[in-house]
């Protein structure tokens, strides 16, 4: 009989050793799947954190959510060139771009870029610095002129392989323009048709406008009251051969999916 009680005793105490092993097993399993979980919350904010900074800070950001990661850049109020604008005045900065769009370039994630425009223009070196990046880029590049891709926003707004505006976007096209002291010699003239042949020799190569239609648009005297040039709107940047589409963000998006999609068929080939 005291056998049998010692026998009944063991089992007891080793069943409650495996039932409290058993407990702090799941105790400690329940902590790290806590913890994991709020590692990932962290994770998940410090993200959201630097993306909300990084478009603060250069008006950049990647997008992931619809199969490929695309890269967005927006360009608007004025493309600064070698001088710091004053500090109430919206601008894009070259040195923000340029090294971004390298490291896209170098990038083997990101697939796409979707560049947005909403700029009066700016400094011509530095419109067409980012324009010849844009073009040169091995990735899809497809772009959307919202308000505005004035100036020497056309040469950056044509650099994609796909271009969209918004049916009340609008273009303004106008001869070179300079600031500060002008000296009146005929060098002086020959130095801004040379400025005025690269851009429009760049965007001619890239849409199907002719530089010869581009310049008329530019020397229009009977549009725009005080200046020389031609605003279009729309359907009329299509129509003069500028812009591929009007269209938004869907169109925008749905054609650079396509570009990317298409492109991966071409390198599984």
């Known amino acids: 009989m005291k056998n049998e009680i010692r026998e009944i005793i063991k089992r007891t105490e080793a069943f409650r050793f495996s039932f409290f092993v058993s407990m702090l097993y799941h105790a400690n399993k329940c902590a790290f799947v806590k913890e994991g979980a709020i590692n990932m919350a962290g994770k998940k904010i410090e993200e959201e954190n630097h993306r909300n900074e990084s478009i603060e800070e250069t008006g950049q950001v990647s997008l992931d959510k619809g199969g490929s990661k695309i890269h967005l850049i927006t360009i608007i109020g004025e493309i ?59 990735k899809p590049t497809v772009s959307l002129v919202l308000g505005g891709g004035h100036s020497i926003g056309v040469p950056i707004a044509v650099s994609a392989d796909y271009s969209y505006i918004v049916p009340t976007g609008t273009m303004v096209i106008h001869p070179v323009r300079m600031n500060g002291m002008v000296i009146g010699v005929p060098q002086t003239f020959d130095y801004f048709r040379q400025i005025q042949d690269r851009i429009t020799g760049f965007v001619s190569e890239h849409c199907k406008i002719s530089r010869e239609r581009l310049e008329e648009l530019m020397m229009e005297t009977e549009l725009l009251t005080k200046d020389v040039g031609t605003i279009l709107v729309g359907e009329e940047a299509v129509k003069e051969g500028i812009i591929n589409e009007t269209g938004g963000i869907k169109e925008a998006m749905a054609k650079l999916h396509a570009l990317i999609g298409k492109k991966k068929n071409k390198k599984s080939k």
């Open 80 to 138: 600064e060139g070698h001088d710091n604008l004053g500090n109430n005045s919206k601008t894009t900065k070259y040195e923000h771009i340029l090294p971004q769009l390298a490291a896209i370039e170098d990038s083997k994630e990101i697939e796409g870029v979707l560049i947005l425009l909403n700029t009066m223009g700016g400094d011509v070196e530095a419109g067409l610095a980012i324009a010849e990046m844009i073009a040169s880029l091995s």
